[in-house]
């Protein structure tokens, strides 16, 4: 059971144009969404995180837009860059403390300069 | 930028040998977790760590995999008897204590011939 999914699978734009990755959810215990980018032969590494209380967040070129009552939320990356051609994770965490990333399929992105 | 250590970076082992690798958390990060990402890019969540107690596993880890984080000593995950199919990245995160955030090292990439 594919408890966090992502879409699309792949995305390609060009540089200067916004990304716009997607991310729904099944259970509503989940309170916790982070981001993690990744890119080739390199662990994931913490993007931008949000919490259900907020419906956004910003941090930089990077942003999140959630959507509680539809269970879903996206990442909009706005003046792409090549340096930002990564997969990208949307992952979530039930709310008890310590509780384990859940992951989605990861969306592999590629800026064409 | 994370200062989750793992070692050794890369680990290739026949199949029925032991496989070890460990993982230094953050410094101040009594909450230690592994998962495993294969070549699909899927995670799954193996174990995690509060100091030196276990606060979940899944039932892979209960059979040939075993964890452990003794006190003052690298945590580190064991594979008793490797099989192909447990050829993949293994990722270890950590996180302070109350904190949903999780911190990945590197990862050790385990490949079983």
């Known amino acids: 059971q594919q408890q966090v999914r992502q879409s699309p699978q792949s995305l390609t734009v060009w540089e200067g144009e916004t990304a716009i990755l997607n991310c729904s959810y099944e259970?509503?215990?989940?309170?916790?969404f982070p981001w993690y980018w990744q890119f080739p032969r390199e662990s994931p590494a913490l993007l931008i995180a949000i919490r259900p209380v907020s419906n956004k967040k910003e941090d930089g070129r990077f942003t999140i837009f959630f959507n509680k009552r539809e269970k879903k939320l996206s990442l909009h990356i706005t003046d792409s860059q090549p340096g930002d051609s990564a997969t990208y994770f949307c992952?979530?965490?039930?709310?008890?403390?310590?509780?384990?990333?859940?992951f989605g399929q990861g969306t592999k992105l590629s800026i064409k300069p | 930028n994370s200062k989750v250590i793992q070692t050794p970076r890369y680990l290739v082992k026949g199949q029925g040998q032991k496989a070890k690798m460990r993982c230094i958390p953050e410094?101040?990060?009594?909450?230690v977790f592994w998962y495993q990402q294969n070549k699909n890019n899927e995670f799954k969540f193996l174990i995690n760590?509060?100091?030196?107690?276990?606060?979940?596993q899944i039932d892979m880890t209960e059979k040939r995999f075993s964890a452990e984080c003794p006190s003052n000593s690298p945590c580190s995950l064991e594979i008793q008897s490797s099989e192909a199919g447990d050829s993949a990245l293994y990722l270890c995160?950590?996180?302070?204590?109350?904190?949903?955030?999780?911190?990945f090292g590197p990862g050790t990439r385990l490949l079983v011939l």
């Open positions: 992952a979530a965490t039930p709310n008890y403390n310590q509780g384990k990333l859940i």
């Open positions: 259970d509503s215990t989940f309170d916790y």
């Open positions: 760590f509060q100091n030196q107690e276990v606060l979940q």
């Open positions: 410094k101040g990060h009594p909450v």
């Open positions: 995160a950590s996180s302070r204590q109350g904190s949903d955030t999780q911190y």
